[in-house]
């Protein structure tokens, strides 16, 4: 200890060093706050970042660096997508929200299509066999991209289904996000890749290449499946244990989707795209191509959306502000994490000022503390404009979906939150359907059913509500 402090008093008695740090501050303040202000994000982010880099000297360019916003260009795997040729041109205009399909298909690239038959597969008990079976019925190539993937049953189950297709001459490939599949490591998955398929991680965080700024928080958030070209998995269920009611009573409340028609092209294409990037390989974009069955029109009108840090025009985000605008009947949204900006936020609450029926389904308790804090912080404005909230429990609520009207669904990866919106990779399917917008509605008229209508009389401690909602509020840009 007496070595230290002689350490640091000659430290201080080098001549001029505190003017010397004190302009090396100022430098940094300076420099660093040009380049997050010329990244041109809303303004709460930016200041949220200069306030908190500010007081956190050359330890805050480190958080910056690793965590902060970051844009992704993939010129290549653009040009991937308009080689490949996967999706259809649509067959022509609708009758009704064509300026919702113009939108998405401006903003994504994928045009719109149709689907022949859509099933929703509500938790882990219903989505994970239909899975299994799928997967069972594969002859040619089996596609799956996912979040989470953890070595568990569920995991476990799902791999040696994979092994038995691979050994069978099937074509497996596999892509996980390296942080939230952090838990399967490369030996659990030794017996799909000496059967011969194919495992990639989006994204890995090697030491080696720190040098680059690492892209740690941009991450795929999708769960996709596609099966021979013709059969389709997509939502938000992840290959775990946490999500099967089955193996667990606390199982997540969540919702997938099973689907098949030409609809599944576009899940083809945006995986195809996202493995080409994640592998730099392109050689099996052929192979691929030619195995797609013949186009087959269904009578489901579809639409898939896709988005992340590689675009600008957050496609889904639009597409929900878009959808909430055009209602004229009622706006039911469910969704884990509500963390909505500006204009997300003005869309609910015009539509519950302008009398519609406007509802909005969140867990009691998210899997974050912080995370339930700051949806809590929304909730005053909602009720005052006329907004039903409901919170879910005592199951986590993980479902992400929207519906409008008597006929629009939105069902996806996607939270209503900024991650989701801006920083990661994600996938939805937009429905113009009768059908589909009925299912969804019973579904989530079961879970309004099980939720816990918030009130404004409830109580409103400083120190138990107002304080930390309004701090975790702050935070929040910065998630």
């Given at each position: 200890?007496?070595?230290?402090?002689?350490?640091?008093?000659?430290?201080?008695?080098?001549?001029?060093?505190?003017?010397?740090?004190?302009?090396?501050?100022?430098?940094?303040?300076?420099?660093?706050?040009?380049?997050?202000?010329?990244?041109?994000r809303e303004p709460a982010a930016t200041l949220s970042w200069l306030v908190s880099?500010?007081?956190?000297?050359?330890?805050?360019?480190?958080?910056?660096?690793?965590?902060?916003?970051?844009?992704?260009?993939?010129?290549?795997?653009?040009?991937?997508?308009?080689?490949?040729?996967?999706?259809?041109?649509?067959?022509?205009?609708?009758?009704?929200?064509?300026?919702?399909?113009?939108?998405?298909?401006?903003?994504?690239?994928?045009?719109?299509?149709?689907?022949?038959?859509?099933?929703?597969?509500?938790?882990?008990?219903?989505?994970?066999?239909?899975?299994?079976?799928?997967?069972?019925?594969?002859?040619?190539?089996?596609?799956?991209?996912?979040?989470?993937?953890?070595?568990?049953?569920?995991?476990?189950?799902?791999?040696?289904?994979?092994?038995?297709?691979?050994?069978?001459?099937?074509?497996?490939?596999?892509?996980?996000?390296?942080?939230?599949?952090?838990?399967?490591?490369?030996?659990?998955?030794?017996?799909?890749?000496?059967?011969?398929?194919?495992?990639?991680?989006?994204?890995?965080?090697?030491?080696?290449?720190?040098?680059?700024?690492?892209?740690?928080?941009?991450?795929?958030?999708?769960?996709?499946?596609?099966?021979?070209?013709?059969?389709?998995?997509?939502?938000?269920?992840?290959?775990?244990?946490?999500?099967?009611?089955?193996?667990?009573?606390?199982?997540?409340?969540?919702?997938?989707?099973?689907?098949?028609?030409?609809?599944?092209?576009?899940?083809?294409?945006?995986?195809?795209?996202?493995?080409?990037?994640?592998?730099?390989?392109?050689?099996?974009?052929?192979?691929?191509?030619?195995?797609?069955?013949?186009?087959?029109?269904g009578p489901i009108r579809a639409q898939l959306l896709s988005?992340?840090?590689?675009?600008?025009?957050?496609?889904?985000?639009?597409?929900?502000?878009?959808?909430?605008?055009?209602?004229?009947?009622?706006?039911?949204?469910?969704?884990?994490?509500?963390?909505?900006?500006?204009?997300?936020?003005?869309?609910?609450?015009?539509?519950?000022?302008?009398?519609?029926?406007?509802?909005?389904?969140?867990?009691?308790?998210?899997?974050?503390?912080?995370?339930?804090?700051?949806?809590?912080?929304?909730?005053?404005?909602?009720?005052?404009?006329?907004?039903?909230?409901?919170?879910?429990?005592?199951?986590?609520?993980?479902?992400?979906?929207?519906?409008?009207?008597?006929?629009?669904?939105?069902?996806?990866?996607?939270?209503?939150?900024?991650?989701?919106?801006?920083?990661?990779?994600?996938?939805?399917?937009?429905?113009?359907?009768?059908?589909?917008?009925?299912?969804?509605?019973?579904?989530?008229?079961?879970?309004?059913?099980?939720?816990?209508?918030?009130?404004?009389?409830?109580?409103?401690?400083?120190?138990?509500?107002?304080?930390?909602?309004?701090?975790?509020?702050?935070?929040?840009?910065?998630?």
């Amino acid at each position: 200890m007496p070595d230290l402090l002689h350490a640091w008093e000659t430290f201080w008695a080098i001549p001029h060093i505190r003017a010397w740090l004190t302009a090396g501050w100022i430098v940094y303040l300076v420099w660093l706050g040009l380049w997050i202000v010329l990244q041109k994000r809303e303004p709460a982010a930016t200041l949220s970042w200069l306030v908190s880099l500010a007081a956190l000297p050359y330890i805050g360019f480190a958080i910056y660096y690793l965590l902060g916003p970051q844009k992704i260009t993939r010129h290549r795997a653009r040009r991937l997508r308009h080689r490949a040729s996967l999706a259809r041109e649509p067959e022509g205009p609708g009758d009704d929200s064509v300026e919702l399909r113009t939108l998405a298909h401006a903003t994504t690239g994928l045009a719109p299509t149709t689907a022949r038959e859509v099933r929703l597969l509500v938790d882990g008990g219903s989505k994970y066999p239909a899975l299994l079976d799928a997967i069972a019925a594969a002859r040619d190539h089996i596609h799956l991209e996912y979040y989470i993937y953890c070595p568990d049953r569920t995991g476990t189950a799902l791999r040696d289904a994979l092994v038995e297709r691979a050994r069978a001459g099937v074509k497996v490939r596999l892509l996980l996000d390296a942080m939230g599949s952090k838990q399967a490591k490369p030996r659990f998955f030794a017996p799909l890749v000496e059967a011969g398929g194919e495992l990639a991680w989006f994204h890995p965080a090697q030491p080696w290449t720190l040098w680059k700024r690492p892209w740690v928080n941009l991450r795929t958030h999708r769960k996709i499946v596609v099966i021979d070209g013709a059969v389709g998995f997509l939502g938000g269920i992840n290959i775990t244990d946490e999500e099967d009611e089955r193996l667990r009573e606390d199982a997540y409340r969540d919702l997938h989707l099973r689907v098949d028609g030409d609809v599944v092209r576009a899940l083809q294409e945006v995986f195809v795209e996202d493995w080409a990037y994640a592998t730099e390989s392109r050689d099996f974009v052929g192979d691929v191509v030619r195995a797609m069955p013949a186009p087959a029109p269904g009578p489901i009108r579809a639409q898939l959306l896709s988005s992340g840090p590689d675009s600008p025009w957050e496609a889904i985000h639009r597409l929900h502000v878009g959808a909430i605008h055009s209602a004229g009947k009622r706006v039911w949204l469910a969704t884990p994490y509500f963390v909505p900006g500006e204009a997300a936020m003005m869309a609910l609450t015009s539509a519950a000022l302008g009398g519609l029926d406007v509802r909005l389904l969140v867990p009691k308790m998210s899997d974050s503390r912080l995370v339930t804090w700051c949806v809590r912080s929304y909730f005053d404005d909602l009720l005052a404009a006329g907004v039903k909230v409901y919170e879910y429990g005592p199951r986590m609520l993980h479902t992400k979906a929207l519906l409008v009207d008597d006929q629009l669904a939105i069902i996806g990866t996607a939270n209503f939150d900024h991650r989701s919106f801006r920083l990661n990779f994600e996938a939805s399917l937009l429905f113009e359907d009768a059908g589909v917008a009925a299912e969804l509605a019973q579904v989530i008229e079961r879970d309004f059913a099980s939720a816990p209508r918030v009130r404004d009389d409830r109580a409103r401690p400083l120190l138990g509500a107002r304080l930390p909602e309004a701090l975790a509020r702050l935070i929040a840009p910065l998630l």
